[in-house]
């Protein structure tokens, strides 16, 4: 169930028009052994909640 890292880095360097492309790779300290923390859900969901609450004030600000 694991993508390999190097899938991971190539999608990110594909990912050129996106204006706030962001690689994030959790370790095994913090829980993530699994694709997408499935094995530490809160702690991922609560990054990326975060991180959907920051890039919408950035684009209701005009930041983005």
């Known amino acids: 169930r694991q993508i390999?890292?190097?899938?991971a880095h190539r999608s990110y360097d594909q990912?050129?028009?996106?204006?706030?492309?962001?690689?994030r790779v959790f370790t095994p300290e913090e829980g993530a052994?699994?694709?997408?923390?499935?094995d530490h859900l809160?702690?991922?969901?609560?990054?990326?909640?975060?991180w959907v609450?920051?890039?919408?004030?950035?684009l209701s600000s005009g930041r983005a």
């Open 33 to 38: 052994t699994e694709h997408i923390g499935l």
């Open 42 to 50: 809160p702690y991922v969901s609560a990054f990326i909640a975060d």
């Open 53 to 58: 609450a920051d890039t919408f004030a950035e």
């Open 15 to 23: 990912a050129v028009n996106s204006p706030k492309r962001e690689l």
């Open 4 to 7: 390999p890292l190097e899938m």
